[in-house]
């Protein structure tokens, strides 16, 4: 018999930029009373545009929820409770368009850090998006990806103080949480060890692996054994993003006071507008017979996506049919290129 396998996904994170006006959370400042429930209409409308574009991955934004964990604002913490209903609706919505969701806290919240105070702070973060994801009854796919954090002069013992949080976080947060490697401190193999010693699962992301990866690991079997991480029944999520090239125009001051205009290289850390296809077919066509979701991490968010898109039947036909994209499809792409093109 025959199993199907669905198509992968592409996603994108957080900011929409081709429709103009859509909002990815109520980021009001606390005086004028922001609320989940704002933010939440906010996504029903980003919803509606990942349904027309057919995008059935995305990335919410970590600050859903305005002010939920902040220790002076006890005014803002039962928001979740309050919108129990609401957020019900919007899980069984993203069911029903198969859409794969997760957060991405951002670099403040370190659970490896050696003030306890702030492991605390991003601990309460992270019980507050795993509560989320929970409150809109999505599946274990639906994670919250973090990095190690710091290497504080210790990189071995930073690792380990990981490892020591990770044993006391309240059961909600180790359900959905999930590490990545990063392009400056913990390596692949870094993360590997961790998950050893923890369980935790891991996100593999191309660009990270080739700006940090001083144990030289090999391309395809690290891949193979981050996705090996995630049970049976869980389709891994990797990241992929291409680096900087241009040329950089900064403004800096001088020693005489004056502000002038310095060229610099491209720092390859950093993420590109848009991803390029032929770097993007090769990997794919490296990991043929392995099954992931991938996030695009590119500038340009869904504009950089729905590009791609467009590439995949011209320049890798076996890769977009993995997709679920079809060369039939690629007739439509100029004029949905106008389209893009007038609301960026």
Not at 122 to 143: C, H, K, R, T
Not at 181 to 191: C, G
Request: glycine fraction near 6%.
């Amino acid at each position: 018999m025959t199993v199907h396998t669905p198509p992968l996904r592409l996603g994108f994170a957080v900011k929409v930029l081709g429709q103009p006006g859509l909002k990815s959370n109520d980021s009001r400042r606390w005086q004028n009373q922001p609320h989940l429930r704002v933010s939440i209409g906010y996504l029903h409308a980003i919803f509606d545009y990942l349904a027309r574009q057919q995008i059935n991955m995305y990335r919410i934004s970590s600050d859903l929820a305005p002010y939920v964990t902040h220790p002076d604002l006890p005014q803002f913490h039962n928001q979740i409770k309050e919108c129990r209903q609401e957020l019900r609706a919007l899980g069984a919505r993203a069911r029903a368009l198969n859409l794969r969701l997760s957060f991405h806290p951002s670099q403040f919240i370190v659970l490896n850090s050696p003030d306890p105070t702030l492991v605390r702070k991003s601990i309460a973060d992270l019980e507050a998006q795993a509560e989320l994801l929970d409150a809109m009854e999505l599946g274990p796919e639906a994670v919250v990806v973090i990095h190690v954090g710091g290497t504080y002069g210790d990189r071995v013992a930073g690792r380990e103080r990981w490892i020591t949080t990770y044993a006391h976080l309240p059961e909600v947060v180790r359900r959905r949480l999930v590490l990545e490697h990063d392009d400056l401190r913990y390596s692949a193999a870094d993360v590997l060890a961790i998950h050893a010693a923890t369980g935790v699962r891991l996100v593999f992301d191309y660009l990270h692996y080739w700006c940090h990866n001083p144990e030289g690991l090999a391309l395809r079997p690290t891949l193979e054994r981050f996705l090996a991480t995630w049970p049976a029944g869980q389709r891994p999520k990797t990241h992929f993003s291409s680096p900087r090239t241009e040329l950089r125009s900064l403004q800096r001051t001088q020693p005489d006071g004056k502000r002038a205009t310095v060229l610099q290289e491209p720092v390859w850390t950093g993420h590109a507008d848009f991803v390029n296809p032929f770097e993007f077919i090769t990997f794919m066509r490296s990991a043929a017979d392995l099954e992931f979701d991938v996030m695009l991490e590119a500038k340009a968010k869904d504009l950089a996506l729905l590009r791609l898109r467009r590439d995949l039947p011209r320049y890798g036909p076996d890769v977009a049919a993995r997709f679920g994209l079809s060369t039939a499809g690629s007739a439509a792409a100029p004029a949905m290129h106008q389209e893009q093109t007038r609301h960026a």
